[in-house]
């Protein structure tokens, strides 16, 4: 089968590789697509930790395809950059009819869904989302349809008028800054939900301001598998009722020839970009 492999910061290819064979417990998925996740930005664009070539498929962790009997299905696995996989039958979601015409990056939209389970939010509360990328966008149509006031938070945004003014605050961004303005915007006892991914290193914070007013934190990441992939089935109904809107959120294609052009497109974000998804 055709596989695309990272050799290199910045430097895929597409090679023959041999198909998976499907096993008792693992079938074999035909690959429609799968997302980019701007977590994988960093193993993209090159870092001292990160060692190539990557194993043929990865990164690919927000894929989706189609079982032997036709069912379609998204699942948890990363080599996802490929025409086919065989993955764990625990970790299948079957998708709903009416998405048949949509892509559907199942482990990205049950992340959404799991940050908004942990984030408990309420009818009424004022909720900043900090970083306005497919996490943040995702999340800003759940808060909404809750009956949230979102307040979305950008890189350009004015933050001062918002200081202590929120009742939660979401940061998507996972880095120092989008942590700092998360924090700064909450009011006393607030809660801060922590939903970025911040894997370069330790990060400082103002502990005095955080205990003055006694800011709940909350990490919102889930390591659970068997939770996570509950949370991709909420999402698919989510989304199967229009709540998660795929086709505001998943916006760019690229065949996997292609698949550079794809991260690039989530590096630079061009206008209307939301997220890339790659198609074998």
Known sequence: MTAAVLGAPATPRLARVPSPAPVPGQPLVEIEG????????????????????????????????????????????????????????????????????????????GCAAMIFRRARIARGERVAIVGMGFLGSALAQLCADAGAEVVAVRRETPIEP?????????????????LDAAASLLRVGGRLVVAGYHQDGSRQVDLGSWNWRALEVVNAHERDEARLVEAMRDAAQLAACGILDLERLVTHRFPLARIGDAFEAARTRPPGFVKAWVAP
């Open 34 to 109: 799968c997302g980019v996740c701007a977590s994988s930005l960093p193993l993209w664009e090159g870092r001292p930790w990160f060692s190539y070539p990557l194993a043929p498929g990865a990164p690919g962790h927000e894929a989706w395809g189609r079982l032997d009997d036709g069912t379609r299905v998204a699942f948890l696995g990363d080599r996802g950059y490929a025409a086919r996989a065989a993955v764990s039958e625990a970790t299948l979601v079957p998708v709903p009819r009416e998405l048949d015409a949509l892509p559907f990056p199942g482990e990205a939209l």
């Open 162 to 178: 918002l200081f202590e003014s929120c009742d939660c605050a979401i940061e998507t961004g996972g880095v120092q800054e989008t």
